[in-house]
């Protein structure tokens, strides 16, 4: 804080006056991020408590390790999907095709796959690998269709999506005759198969691309542009960012994304169908905005719909573990979903009825005039 | 009340020792005004002086804390808006408050007819209404066009309208000229004597000095929330008002540096020309120097600029920079090209609001700040922000509080930074003082010549005279899209302005 305060032109700080300004920059680093997350924060108690009452209500069947292997290997593919539904909802669009895109990439291996090993099994064996990539390309294909559809035609993320799922969705459907495709890869299976001690490879692997797109939202150029383009499209716009290139990247990424869940669908189950998870999409959706994700855009958290996933994860099949139906599992999502915005809505209240602690000297914030000129003023270029 | 009393013997509608308080902000502290009718009330101030405030009182959206409101001699210690619509007082939005998918005719009338409590809406008898009203005001409106197709003038008058068809005796006009062209603020005060005639009473409220001396009759000062003076319009003039305004001396003491006469222009625009917006427009910017560019709302500055910037490229025309030629057909050409532009409306256009100001300041540079793995360099971005922070002196706590918390002039400190950080060769900027109070003008003022002073080519756009004489080295002036007039040196000052302004 020292650092920001020192008047323009004062003297050189010392080195150690540099060594405060250091430790004072990563303390107030740390508090900022502290109060930014605490929609984080709230996951974490909420995932607590799901996990404590499961736990209390059926611990033989709930802590069973068999239990807490299945929440490991179910969550990675609806997380990833959940963070590819986070990145369109950071621009302030939205994407209802990701799974419809993850069951095309599914199909796309296992067609692939099938096809080859019906005449040399051996030669699939060995393209397995390529396989998986061509799956990821197809995901990434229908993310750059999303993102064409989006950015440059100009289409409301909703409606282009809407239209892409149901066209996805099609296709599969035709390709596959509305039956369900046997035979993934061997090795994909045998891979899922695999745990880094007691922890599955898929739920290492959820916790790895989490990591990176945490990362790739923080530290690339591309991924602030992609949280301020959601902030406000008309100010990135004058900042000089292309929203095209933005928003294309975007869904392609997603797409990218729905590729790896697709291919996360087999590794864990061998077999693909045009609708598999059909569930998923609303389920998504929940999953991103409990996380913290500001459907309005520019505001969203990779750690928090991680704790999200976990949460619902648990959830399902805590209720599966007190035999309690699917149906009494949407009733729950539901009020869980509405339980957090209401909290939300209450916490805002009362933030917003505290005066404004920030409120600088000179800042005018409780004049009676709460909209400066600027925003009226020149309506000019109408 | 049937018979509408002309002659000014008693007030329509007076306040007396208002006082309105916001948590421990007073916005209001006795303030008193009267209303005659057949008269134009100016009530002029700054942002921030209470004027909104007062016109929320009278029309019964606030309540006051102390003090009284006497309509038609009957003393109200408050009003509420139903109240004040049926004694006949009418405000007019900057937004009009219309309906955009009605007609026009539809518009003027409906309100009445909901207020009349009238459960059945009927086409029929509501045409002749809206149309004894046009004509009676010698008006040139379509009453079946959509009213969201027109106009922001012809809504502006639909507006007027609907207010006369509510028999109002009090207008109250919340800035009206501010989106007007020049010839449209004429066709205004035409209507505005009429409304005269009829023996309304009108409010003006606006900070624009040569309307308030052209339109009223009366003035009123405010400042802080007190009254600072009020009286007959022909005892104040341009500099009085102003004086009374912002409290202080108006300050067009002229501030620039010298240039070097050699050095190679820094930004040069030849033949610039947008079909519709503007035309043949030439000139040249030089290292160090802050050029002015006025004129009317509508007259083109604005789309000057944004073509410079490439928000709305030019259809022909050169632009170069350095003496090397650009091609800027998107604003990410014309950031490439080192050129920086500071939006008119702040608000929406400048800033993300709910992001940090650590955020909003390095928005434009991200890719400049990037490490050689292309992934950004976070010891660099924290030392741009910690530089641009201290160094534009940014009253805030910390650079991680949101924007939306500052003040205006804290606001387009940061809309500079964030160009600043791009370290553009040439600034454009649009209003860069409208909306900010009247030392952090200055300050702002100042902070441009010291970034004109490291060899950037600046371009201030901007209706604000003084502001221009304070610190432009050359001013051109801007009317119906084409360059008019290069005012220099000691030809520039506020009244030279003016006049090639309104010429």
Known sequence: MSANESPPGAPAPGDGARFNDRVGTVTRDIIGRASANRKTGRMVVALLLAFSIFAIANPRVFLSPLNLQNIGVTAPEIGIIAIAMMLAMLTGGIDLSLVAIANLSAITVVALYSGIAANDPALAESLTLPIIVAGVLVGIGCGMLNGFLVSVVGITPILATLGTMQILNGIAIVTTGGSTLYGAPEGLTAFGRTALGPVPILFVLFIAIAVLMALFLSTTSLGRKIQLEGANPVAARYSGISSRSVLMSTYTLGGALAGIAGVLFLARNPTASAD???????????????GGTNPNGGFASVAGVVLATLTLQIVSSGFTALRLSSYEYAIAQGVILIAVMVLDYVAANRRQRRPAIEAPPDARAASPEPTPATAQRDTEHS | MDAIQTDAAGPVLSVRGITKRFGGVTALAGVSLELRSGEVHCLAGENGCGKSTLIKIISGVERPDAGEIIMDGETHSRMNATAAITSGVQVIYQDFSLFPNLSVAENIVLTAEVAGRQRFYRARAIRPKAQAIVEELGLDLDLDSEVGELSVADKQLTAICRALVNDARVIIMDEPTTALTHSEVARLFTVVERLRARGVALVFVSHKLEEVLAISQRVTIMRSGRVVTSGLATDFDRRSIAQHMTGAELDETRVVSPLDPDARARLTVSHLDLPGAFHDVSFTVAPGEILGVTGLLGSGRTEIAEAIFGARPAASGDILVDGLPVSIRSIPDAVAAGIGYVPEDRLSQGLFLEKSIADNIIAGSLDRHRNRWRGLDGMRIRSTISRLFASLSIKAPNAEAPVRSL????????????????????LLLNGPTVGVDVGSKSQILELLRKAASSG??????????PELVSCCHRVLVVARGRV??????????????????AA
């Open chain 2, 484 to 501: 008019v007039d290069v005012l220099e040196g000691d030809a520039i000052s506020a009244e030279s302005i003016h006049e090639r302004m």
């Open chain 2, 456 to 465: 950037m080519a600046i371009v201030v756009i901007s209706d604000d005279a």
């Open chain 2, 407 to 426: 003040s205006g002039g804290n606001a387009q400190r940061v809309v500079l930074a964030k160009w600043l950080a791009t370290d553009p060769k040439v």
């Open chain 1, 276 to 290: 598999y998870g059909a569930s998923y999409v609303l389920l998504v959706i929940v999953i991103a905005v409990l």
